[in-house]
């Protein structure tokens, strides 16, 4: 058994770690429930944008705009991966590198050269340890992006894929449906899919038919189908915030309440050593005691 000077050392390190976790937690908490009011405040607009974009595209033709018109053939593949900067997350980082995994092996089989546009320090590190394809990497986002964040990542996806570097362009985040529950999802940016559907499978162009575009559909697509495109990138960052934050505060809660289990198991390790010592000394006196009155 551990002597009772390094289980003490053991329970203060605990002990400290417990407080470094639960500062944490506390502050993961306070972060979390502004991304989680800004991902709800935003969803709404964000589906709404995608619903529009592919209604105008629809009526507009698929050979009225580059971003609209598919290609051919899918040689070149591009995904947008949103990661933490940071670890200590749970498994958030993990879940999602797993599912761009799969993607990659899928469009591999497939025969798509796959390159990846990471958003975030650990897709990055990951990919440069197991996977080098990197075509640009962004890291240190603020908690609240904005449009002008995230325009250099639409800059480099759109004009990779007008230029012809992309066939195709798919977004890979974490969406945040709540505190509990965070899913990895493939959302197809490019190009724009007239017959898009939601999740459900409803389709996400049944608009009123009897809209009027002034001067046409082609006009307003050139002008709305760059600043929608940028709203799906930007709300992928925003579900990926609200669920990075809510992952850490459940996996330092889970930190703390484990600490608190081992301080408990260390305090009663270290009482009963504490009685084995206080006993031994006992032992001896009683039989130092003995001897002498028997000499």
Same mark, same amino acid.
């Given at each position: 058994?551990?002597?009772?000077?390094?289980?003490?050392?053991?329970?203060?390190?605990?002990?400290?770690?417990?407080?470094?976790?639960?500062?944490? =937690? $506390?502050?993961?908490?306070?972060?979390?429930?502004?991304?989680?009011?800004?991902?709800?405040?935003?969803?709404?607009?964000?589906?709404?944008?995608?619903? *529009?974009?592919?209604?105008? $595209?629809?009526?507009?033709?698929?050979?009225?705009?580059?971003?609209?018109?598919?290609?051919?053939?899918?040689?070149?593949?591009?995904?947008?991966?949103?990661?933490?900067?940071?670890?200590?997350?749970?498994?958030?980082?993990?879940?999602?590198?797993?599912?761009?995994?799969h993607?990659?092996?899928?469009?591999?089989?497939?025969?798509?050269?796959?390159?990846?546009v990471a958003?975030?320090?650990?897709?990055?590190?990951?990919?440069?340890?197991?996977?080098?394809?990197?075509?640009?990497?962004?890291?240190?986002?603020?908690?609240?992006?904005?449009?002008?964040?995230?325009?250099?990542?639409?800059?480099?996806?759109?004009?990779?894929?007008?230029?012809?570097?992309?066939?195709?362009?798919?977004?890979?985040?974490?969406?945040?449906?709540? @505190?509990?529950?965070?899913?990895?999802? @493939?959302?197809?940016?490019?190009?724009?899919?007239?017959a898009?559907?939601?999740?459900?499978?409803?389709?996400?162009?049944?608009?009123?038919? =009897?809209?009027?575009?002034?001067?046409?559909?082609?006009?307003?697509?050139?002008?709305? *189908?760059?600043?929608?495109?940028?709203?799906q990138?930007?709300?992928?960052?925003?579900?990926?915030?609200?669920?990075?934050?809510?992952?850490?505060?459940?996996?330092?809660?889970?930190?703390?309440?484990?600490?608190?289990?081992?301080?408990?198991?260390?305090?009663?390790?270290?009482?009963?050593?504490r009685?084995?010592?206080?006993?031994?000394?006992?032992?001896?006196?009683?039989?130092?005691?003995?001897?002498?009155?028997?000499?």
């Amino acid at each position: 058994m551990a002597s009772t000077r390094e289980i003490r050392r053991r329970i203060r390190s605990v002990k400290n770690i417990a407080q470094v976790t639960k500062a944490m =937690e $506390a502050v993961s908490a306070a972060k979390m429930r502004k991304a989680q009011a800004q991902v709800l405040a935003t969803r709404p607009y964000a589906l709404q944008a995608r619903e *529009v974009l592919a209604y105008v $595209a629809k009526m507009a033709g698929t050979e009225s705009h580059p971003l609209i018109k598919p290609r051919l053939a899918i040689r070149r593949v591009g995904i947008m991966l949103v990661t933490a900067d940071r670890g200590l997350a749970g498994g958030f980082n993990a879940n999602v590198l797993r599912h761009l995994a799969h993607l990659i092996r899928d469009k591999r089989k497939a025969g798509a050269e796959v390159q990846v546009v990471a958003v975030g320090k650990k897709g990055r590190d990951w990919l440069l340890r197991y996977d080098p394809v990197i075509r640009a990497d962004f890291s240190k986002l603020p908690d609240a992006p904005t449009s002008n964040d995230v325009a250099p990542i639409a800059r480099v996806l759109l004009d990779d894929f007008i230029q012809g570097q992309f066939d195709e362009v798919y977004a890979v985040y974490t969406d945040f449906v709540n @505190t509990i529950k965070q899913v990895p999802i @493939t959302l197809k940016l490019l190009p724009v899919d007239p017959a898009a559907t939601h999740d459900d499978g409803v389709s996400a162009v049944a608009m009123a038919p =009897e809209y009027i575009f002034e001067p046409s559909a082609e006009a307003v697509l050139n002008q709305v *189908v760059l600043a929608l495109t940028e709203v799906q990138i930007l709300q992928a960052i925003y579900e990926s915030l609200a669920s990075e934050h809510s992952a850490r505060m459940v996996a330092m809660r889970n930190a703390t309440d484990a600490a608190k289990e081992l301080i408990d198991t260390l305090t009663l390790t270290y009482n009963k050593a504490r009685q084995e010592g206080i006993t031994t000394e006992l032992m001896d006196i009683i039989g130092g005691s003995a001897a002498v009155k028997t000499n």
